[in-house]
């Protein structure tokens, strides 16, 4: 793939066995601090169209004991990119030679409101058939048309986001 072009492919079963390589290689980093570790994103949702990269949500008891670990992710090829934008996170990429990202690893303290967040988006996504694939139709179509501009593709379907976290979270809360 060429590099920063962003691509939407069909679902492919590799990413699990991905998933629990760099999750192995995760654990054995922060294992002092870990309470759990989840794939979350597209790439775990079976048959759902994704951004070949896997996301990684670590929950930790001291989200600030992260930073002592940074040295040791930078050695496994991660780059920390602080909070990136959601407080109380901390947030690694983990690319390829040529640019292209490989794993995003988002770290976040035990049982906070993020790491719901993102469990019941993916786990309704799961088993909410027509809202994911109206979701993936969204990812395809917005990576055709911004292929080049990850900013565009990703305020198209924050829409269709906050509509599926929305249902996702009241779903979450009501089971």
Known sequence: MAQNKLHVVPYDPKWEVNYKREAAHV????????????????????????????????????????????????????EALGEYGIRRRRYFEKKDAS????????VFEAESEDVVRHLAFRDYLRTHDDDAASYSQIKIKLAEQFSDDRESYWLGKKEMCRYIEQRALQWWYDA
């Open 99 to 106: 640019g292209d990202h490989l794993v995003h690893l988002h």
């Open 27 to 78: 654990a054995h980093i922060l294992e002092p601090l870990l309470t759990a570790i989840h794939h979350i994103g597209s790439t775990s949702i079976e048959g759902m169209a994704a951004k070949p990269t896997i996301d990684i949500l670590a929950e930790v008891h001291d989200l600030s004991g992260v930073d002592a670990y940074t040295g040791k992710l930078s050695q496994a090829g991660y």
